[in-house]
């Protein structure tokens, strides 16, 4: 056995004796830290002769047009999570039970961001898009092959499922 793997094993020895909220605290002080939300891909139902659709937002903080999207709340479940904050930003309510998880569901940013992704869907033409004005300035159905100016992360993320300008940069 060499040097290092015996050191080693002393360490994970001297850990594993010591009690167990110091091997927490001290998990917690060497572990990455995440941020976790929740993103819903909403696209028209109603889509039969047309091309495919879906809501993006534009937002003050923004660079480009997002998808609905915010940060769970302390023991929140990511799908009501995603329900809630689709709710919140565009005034389209969809049962959580109705939405699917996307695959893969999470989609880590190298800024410690982990995004929980669901699709959903509803008839565009019944269903109004409602912002506040401050959060979010406005909300549109736009066809997947002829969208907006995204932000950054928007553009990864739709790129992930197939979608947008870099559906095929992997």
Not at 40 to 60: F, H, K, M, N, Y
Not at 127 to 153: I, K, M, Q, Y
């Amino acid at each position: 056995m060499s040097f290092p793997r015996r050191v080693r094993g002393l360490a994970y020895l001297t850990f594993y004796r010591l009690p167990l909220p110091v091997r927490r605290g001290l998990a917690k002080l060497i572990s990455p830290r995440y941020v976790v939300g929740a993103v819903t891909i909403l696209r028209d139902s109603e889509v039969a002769d047309g091309p495919d659709r879906l809501v993006l937002l534009r937002q003050p903080h923004r660079g480009g047009w997002g998808l609905p999207a915010g940060l769970l709340k302390k023991h929140e479940q990511p799908v009501v999570g995603a329900a809630r904050e689709l709710f919140e930003e565009t005034g389209v309510r969809v049962d959580p039970a109705d939405m699917t998880a996307a695959s893969p569901n999470a989609v880590i940013h190298v800024v410690g961001v982990v995004d929980t992704v669901f699709l959903a869907s509803v008839p565009a033409s019944t269903t109004p898009l409602v912002v506040d004005g401050a959060e979010v300035l406005e909300a549109a159905w736009f066809p997947v092959d002829d969208l907006p100016r995204l932000s950054a992360n928007t553009a990864l993320l739709l790129g992930r499922y197939g979608i947008g300008p870099m559906a095929n940069a992997e």
